[in-house]
């Protein structure tokens, strides 16, 4: 007598399987998108704000070089793309300064400023520079 096999069941994947398996596939990539566009978006405002200190820098090291400081505000462009704001006040930091001192030191206070002029983005940058009386006419 012959031997009745019992019918094999068959292996693979279900059809829900596999559409379960391409949506995880899908939202595991939208999710690695997004992260690499905030990425992408981060290391461009690193760009920006290290131009800006780039030029701060550049200003600062720069400013009154050969003249004595005077107090006051000024302004200017670096470029098409970068603008400035410097404004240099007396530095009140250490008590009271005699007049007739022959050194005085000064606070230089420079915003660095960029993009549309209704919602600039800015940086702020800060140093004290000593420099010689200016003579009085």
Same mark, same amino acid.
């Given at each position: 007598m012959k031997a009745v096999n019992p019918p094999s069941r068959q292996t693979g994947f279900t059809l829900i399987e596999m559409?379960?398996?391409?949506?995880l596939l899908a939202i595991a990539f939208t999710v690695l998108m997004k992260v690499?566009?905030?990425?992408t978006g981060l290391t461009q405002n690193a760009s920006t704000h290290s131009e800006a200190? &780039?030029?701060?820098?550049?200003?600062?090291?720069s400013v009154f070089v050969g003249r004595a400081l005077k107090p006051g505000s000024s302004s200017g462009?670096?470029?098409? /793309?970068? /603008?400035?704001?410097?404004d240099v006040t007396p530095w009140q930091g250490a008590g009271s300064v005699t007049a007739?001192?022959? &050194?005085?030191l000064y606070q230089l206070d420079l915003d660095v400023l960029w993009g549309p002029p209704s919602h600039p983005q800015s940086a702020h940058f800060r140093t004290l520079r000593l420099?010689? &009386?200016q003579a009085n006419p």
């Open positions: 559409i379960a398996a391409i949506m690499a566009g905030a990425s200190a &780039m030029w701060a820098r550049s200003k600062l090291d462009q670096f470029n098409a /793309r970068y /603008r400035w704001q410097l007739d001192a022959p &050194m005085h420099s010689a &009386m």
